[in-house]
Antibody, heavy 124, light 107 residues
């Protein structure tokens, strides 16, 4: 059974940093791209970042480019999101999602499994 | 970034109705479009990928069509379990974007 579990959310002040983690099981992690998607409670979905299977193809939303860094450790079956210079508008539920294949663009299924999310609140 | 515009934002319908949701891309995304269903407090679920391919386990009353910049999601006969919010998403490039969502409500 595929499992995707996010952690690391919490309350943080504007301008500070936070690192999210995503632990997965039930599939061969290094065969698949992974993504972060966020959602302000009661609002729509926003794709944040994606990384391909071997970390040589990465994309970011314009809203986080230069502040957030996605990475993965295939040996630990884990995905990360380093969030720096946080803003109040980064407050959201952050989902980790499994890609449908090894790449992050223009191929087959985009994402097929999601975690339940970890809440990040940026406030003074 | 490619902008995705969904319409309508809200749709009121009854069980048994045929429902159509439209998604428009700001530039051609060929057929790299997906549709998701989300219920309150739950993660999204993939319904359709590559514009018209039905994801495993999704009921056949859901269908997708379109190419280039215009896409539609159709529910042929709305069931009580289908009242939810639906999102389109493009994955043509290395920067994905979602539509703003369409909430399907009970009429």
């Amino acid at each position: 059974e595929v499992q995707v579990v996010e952690s690391g959310g919490g309350l943080v002040q504007p301008g500070r940093s936070l690192r999210l983690s995503c632990a997965v099981s039930g599939f061969t992690f290094d065969d698949y791209a992974m993504h972060w998607v966020r959602q302000v409670p009661g609002k729509g979905l926003e794709w944040v970042s994606g990384i391909n299977w071997r970390s040589d193809s990465i994309g970011y939303a314009d809203s986080v480019k230069g502040r957030f860094t996605i990475s993965r450790d295939n040996a630990k079956n884990s995905l990360y999101l380093q969030m720096n210079s946080l803003r109040t508008e980064d407050t959201a539920l952050y989902y980790c999602a499994k890609g449908g294949g090894p790449g992050i663009a223009a191929a087959g299924i985009p994402v097929d499994y999601w975690g339940q999310g970890t809440l990040v609140t940026v406030s003074s | 970034d490619i902008q995705m515009t969904q319409s309508p934002s809200t749709l009121s319908a009854s069980v048994g109705d045929r429902v159509t949701i439209t998604c428009r891309a700001s530039q051609s995304i060929i057929n790299w479009l997906a549709w998701y269903q989300q219920k309150p407090g739950k993660a999204p679920k993939l319904l359709i990928y590559k514009a018209s391919s039905l994801h495993s386990g999704v009921p056949s009353r859901f269908s997708g069509s379109g190419s280039g910049t215009e896409f539609t999601l159709t529910i042929s006969s709305l069931q009580s379990d289908d009242f939810a919010t639906y999102y389109c998403q493009q994955y043509n490039s290395h920067s994905w974007t979602f539509g703003q969502g369409t909430k399907v409500e009970i009429k």
